[in-house]
């Protein structure tokens, strides 16, 4: 369930003022970065290829989310349509994370689907066999369309992938669908959106229960066949554990899945995750509009609140 301090963070960042304020401050920018891979194209793929130096693979993502200016939505996807053919040619292994409602869907689907074709003619003809477009998986209001965005994607031949959310009940049917469609690659997330009980899980117990019951089906035998890929998004190291050890009984190797986190949290775990061998990608956000995604950081985890005092101090 979202804590009160969650709460208060996730109205600051939908505060337009308050965001106007603290990205025109220096200090505040530089704290930032912890959590922000850069501000456009150049910068992004600078972090990509700096992780690609420590064995870490990249999720990129343009900073953005449910908006209602097409315009925007075009800066949205000119940005991902630059930095697409950069990766490729540095052959990096990166996935590219794009919400519907960056491209349009928040506006009308028409908007949406015309910005996702026009990505999908943008995506390397060669590319690295775990180079994906990532859909993102926003509010409950917008899974049926994500799916169905990620299966007009495919149907132009883009390597589609999409993320599931494991606290919202419908998502074992949604996943035994994509298996049957031979989805390439699903992304497993618990979920950050607040949903009423009827339609998903609520407690913090049941929805780490069902991430599991979701990562035994993303390993096995039937997942395995249909040519899935893996990842599984989380900080839980319990839950981490829980999942090396599944992977193993089910016959699967380092590298044959992989677990992702946010780029700048928990950077201790990350490197546990390392020393144990296993593939490790970060979810590494790029662009000008910051604040509101750092804001959620913050709620998320108190303490991430040390690096914005930093930075006021000018530490």
């Known amino acids: 369930m979202v804590s009160v301090w969650q709460s208060f963070m996730i109205a600051l960042a939908r505060s337009g003022s308050l965001t106007r ?27 990509a290829l700096a992780l690609k130096q420590q064995g870490i693979r990249a999720s990129l993502f343009f900073l953005g989310e449910y908006i209602t200016d097409p315009a925007i939505t075009r800066q949205t996807v000119d940005s991902l349509q630059r930095l697409l053919p950069a990766l490729d040619a540095h052959g990096l292994d990166t996935h590219v994370s794009v919400d519907p409602t960056q491209i ?34 926003e509010d409950a ?21 999409i ?20 989805v390439p690659c699903v992304r497993l997330v618990k979920g950050a959106f607040s ?59 380092p590298g044959e899945y992989e677990f992702e986190m946010l780029y700048g949290v928990r950077p201790k775990l990350q490197a546990k995750i390392l020393a144990a061998g296993d593939q490790l990608r970060l979810y590494v956000p790029y662009g000008a ?12 985890n108190p303490q991430n609140l040390i690096f914005v005092w930093r930075a006021l101090a000018g530490r």
Not at 246 to 251: F, N, Q
């Open 195 to 253: 949903e009423p009980g009827g339609i998903a899980w609520t407690h913090s117990a049941e929805i780490s229960a069902a991430y599991l019951r979701l990562a035994a089906v993303m390993l096995s035998d039937q997942a395995r066949k249909s040519g899935l890929f893996p990842v599984f998004a989380t900080h839980n190291e319990a839950l981490i554990d829980s999942i090396r050890a599944l992977a193993r009984e089910s016959g699967y190797a």
């Open 289 to 300: 509009h910051w604040w509101p995604y750092t804001a959620r950081r913050i709620g998320e």
């Open 141 to 161: 209001s917008y899974v049926d369309c994500t799916i169905a965005l990620r299966s007009l994607l495919a149907s132009r031949g883009v390597p589609a992938a």
């Open 21 to 47: 304020f603290v990205q025109r401050n220096p200090r505040i920018s530089s704290a930032a970065s912890q959590f922000v891979g850069g501000t456009d194209e150049d910068s992004a793929l600078r972090t």
């Open 104 to 137: 349009g869907y928040a506006i009308r689907p028409e908007l949406g689907e015309e910005n996702a074709l026009r990505l999908a003619a943008s995506f390397p003809a060669q590319h690295s066999t775990r180079s994906f477009l990532m859909i993102d998986m």
């Open 163 to 182: 993320t599931l959310q494991a606290y919202l009940r419908r998502t074992e049917s949604d996943l035994a669908s994509l298996l049957r469609d031979r």
